[in-house]
């Protein structure tokens, strides 16, 4: 498991995101690893659903999030979520890994 800190640095693309979501949102994090993203957003009072492909990294990131999905990001038609429940959609470091990147932004507005 790579990601498992996470990284407060000023100009780090966490941190920036972290900073832009608003306090108290609905938040899915998209390869949300361990869930070290969503227990900082927890001090935001924010409930993070995140989705994982990684079983191992999923069963850790369940200690933060209020959910946690288990799903390949190439093949979201079998990622259930339900439509328009998220004010915010974290993809921080996964886009670059996608090969059916069209396929996972329309997912994602779907969620948003």
């Known amino acids: 498991m790579k990601y498992t ?4 640095r000023q100009f780090e693309a966490h941190q920036i995101a972290y900073d832009l979501v608003p306090v108290g949102s609905r938040v899915l994090d998209v390869g949300c690893a361990t869930g070290y993203r969503a227990k900082e957003l927890a001090m ?3 409930r993070v659903t995140g989705i994982e492909k990684d079983l191992q990294a999923a069963t850790k990131a369940r200690t933060y999030c209020d959910r946690v999905v288990v799903g390949d990001l190439e093949r979201t038609k079998n990622i259930s979520l339900p439509s328009r429940a998220f004010d ?8 670059e890994h996608i090969m059916a990147r069209e396929q996972l932004l329309f997912a994602v507005r779907r969620w948003l």
Do not use: G, H, S
């Not at 800190?5 to 407060?8: A, I, K, L």
């Not at 915010?88 to 886009?95: A, G, N």
């Open 88 to 95: 915010c959609v974290l993809l921080l470091d996964v886009l």
């Open 44 to 46: 935001k009072n924010c």
């Open 5 to 8: 800190q996470f990284n407060p």
